[in-house]
């Protein structure tokens, strides 16, 4: 089998449903954020601080390709990975992709402690300190690449068991 792919924004519950996605599928699971916390030695908005996006992008890029060429598992990505249409591209070709929403509130209330989410925190600043708005922009922007799943799922009723079985149901399909 393949892996199953989870995409969305920040706040959407990737990893903690990709975990239990996992769990539901007997697949292994990775986090390609924590990969390259563990790898680097450096939690991201350290990395970001010191070596600005780019860097980052970088690290996510290099981490894409090698998940990508695994099979089962369940791979969760990071809010900006489908920035990159080759990203896309290969986690297209190996995988299904399922895309984590969730309304602006719930975002709002899972993404609220400032320091973790440089991406979140630049966009807040830039709108004077306005997280909603942020996430709003971010949204807008991002929407036609979480638009190119193969399957969504809307998270902010469910918890992460509800969410990973109806990830399950859709791949058992395959
Ligand atoms: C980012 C989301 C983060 C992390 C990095 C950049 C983004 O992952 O990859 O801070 O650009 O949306 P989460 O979606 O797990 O918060």
């Known amino acids: 089998m393949k892996n199953v792919v989870l995409i969305g924004f920040m706040g959407t519950g990737k990893s903690s449903c990709g975990r239990a996605a996992a769990q539901q599928l007997g697949y292994r699971f990775v986090d390609l954020d924590k990969e390259i916390e563990d790898r680097y030695g450096m939690a991201i908005p350290e990395m970001f601080k010191k070596y600005g996006e780019a860097y980052f992008r970088d690290k996510e890029k290099e981490m894409v390709r090698y998940w990508a060429a695994q099979k089962n598992t369940v791979i969760s990505t990071g809010g900006g990975t489908v920035k990159d249409a080759e990203n896309v591209a290969l986690l297209k070709a190996t995988g299904k992709i399922i895309c984590l929403t969730a309304d602006v509130d719930t975002l709002l209330a899972r993404t609220d402690k400032q320091g973790r989410r440089p991406v979140l925190d630049a966009r807040a600043a830039e709108l004077g300190g306005d997280r909603r708005q942020a996430i709003r922009s971010l949204l807008d922007e991002r929407q036609p690449m979480y638009e190119?799943?193969?399957?969504?799922?809307?998270?902010?009723?469910l918890s992460p068991l509800q969410v990973a079985i109806k990830i399950a149901e859709y791949i058992k399909k395959f």
């Open 148 to 157: 190119q799943a193969d399957y969504a799922v809307d998270t902010g009723e």
